[in-house]
């Protein structure tokens, strides 16, 4: 389920566009993982970046439940922090409060650094300073604490796959842990 449709396909794949304010019920099911969000510019403003990244989170993770889902995965960002005066920052933060506070066996919350890989390719727009900020982190990597350096996507699915299917509780994963697992 997302915003919009992907140009990725595969046989397993099936989209869904779906209006985050209206969600139609989930077939039943045990877990759910969540990977929405957007920039503040990307969105156009802060509420409406408020919307996607904390409202649209939520909802996803209510309907789930609604559906029977005990075990929810969600990326967030590293820095995630209601108290922040980061605006960023803090609507992760508040977004992971609020799902703590949801009747979930297991909470795995993935904190990762720069997400590398292809935006492009998934129909997102070209971050000039994020760009830049990876080239760097390429460079720079052997010296580099592990939880801010880049990651894959990739690596972020498995982890958080891992860490839902795993022991009960509330997870959070870094970028470090996310890439050494």
Avoid: C
């Amino acid at each position: 389920m997302g915003r919009r449709t992907l140009s990725i396909t595969h046989p397993k794949l099936v989209q869904h566009v779906a209006d985050f304010a209206a969600l139609p019920p989930l077939p039943t099911l045990n877990e759910a993982f969540i990977a929405l969000g957007t920039t503040i510019k990307t969105a156009g403003s802060q509420s409406a970046f408020r919307s996607v990244d904390h409202d649209a989170i939520l909802a996803v993770a209510r309907t789930a439940i609604g559906s029977g889902a005990t075990k929810i995965g969600v990326v967030s960002a590293m820095g995630a922090d209601s108290g922040s005066g980061i605006f960023y920052n803090r609507v992760k933060g508040e977004t992971e409060d609020a799902l703590r506070a949801m009747p979930l066996q297991t909470l795995a919350i993935a904190r990762p650094s720069f997400l590398a890989g292809d935006r492009e390719a998934l129909g997102q727009p070209r971050r000039t300073g994020e760009r830049w900020a990876l080239a760097v982190s390429r460079v720079l990597r052997p010296l580099m604490p592990a939880n801010y350096r880049s990651i894959q996507p990739e690596q972020v699915a498995r982890a958080l796959i891992r860490s839902v299917r795993g022991p009960a509780g509330t997870h959070i994963l870094l970028s470090g842990s996310m890439q050494s697992a």
